[in-house]
């Protein structure tokens, strides 16, 4: 094993590049990146505050201000969590899922063959693939910025999942409940 610079290893004439190179110290976030991240956080606190009063979800119930909650709780724990995080931890977290999946099959579920005249579900339905949409786009940058990269994703599709979480909700304990 020959090794081409400090980064990257050749194995048996194939070029190895290891998880996230951005990340030294044992894999370990620097305090500038824990930085940052923290920042990302709070920036997605607030945009998921203004998504709750743009779309109106605060009028709801309690069981949907539980789910309402969702991002609160898991964009605190991944604030305070940081500094723990390495590489491992970040690659088992980040192996693609079947949200999207998911939210197509809902989104059929809803809408097929049914009469809905609420333009609140139709709203709810359209975030949802709004940011699953977001969160599947894949921004080439340079393996330093990846890790930003990474948690964006994430931001996204939690916000996509509290979002599919809360229609399903909405549709079959409130919409048909009150229909």
């Known amino acids: 094993m020959s090794r081409i610079n400090e980064d990257t290893q050749v194995i048996d004439n194939n070029v190895v590049i290891p998880d996230n190179p951005g990340n030294k110290d044992g894999g370990k976030y620097t305090p500038n990146q824990i930085f940052y991240l923290q920042m990302m956080y709070i920036i997605a606190v607030l945009i998921w505050v203004l998504i709750i009063i743009l779309f109106k979800l605060y009028e709801t119930d309690i069981i949907g201000w539980?789910?309402?909650?969702?991002?609160?709780?898991?964009?605190?724990?991944?604030?305070?969590?940081?500094?723990?995080?390495?590489?491992?931890?970040?690659?088992?977290?980040?192996?693609?899922?079947?949200?999207?999946?998911?939210?197509?099959?809902?989104?059929?579920?809803?809408t097929w063959n049914k009469k809905i005249k609420d333009d609140k579900l139709?709203?709810?339905?359209?975030?949802?693939?709004?940011?699953?949409?977001?969160?599947?786009?894949?921004?080439?940058?340079?393996?330093?910025?990846?890790?930003?990269?990474?948690?964006?994703?994430?931001?996204?599709?939690?916000?996509?999942?509290?979002?599919?979480?809360?229609?399903?909700?909405?549709?079959?304990?409130?919409?048909?409940?009150?229909?």
């Open 66 to 110: 539980v789910i309402l909650l969702l991002p609160f709780l898991i964009f605190t724990l991944c604030f305070t969590s940081l500094s723990g995080i390495d590489t491992e931890v970040e690659n088992f977290m980040l192996q693609g899922n079947f949200l999207y999946f998911g939210y197509i099959v809902i989104v059929l579920v809803i």
């Open 122 to 179: 139709f709203h709810l339905i359209g975030l949802g693939l709004i940011l699953l949409m977001i969160s599947i786009i894949d921004l080439w940058v340079d393996k330093e910025k990846l890790v930003y990269i990474k948690h964006f994703e994430s931001i996204s599709e939690t916000f996509a999942a509290v979002v599919f979480i809360y229609t399903l909700y909405y549709y079959y304990f409130l919409y048909i409940k009150n229909k």
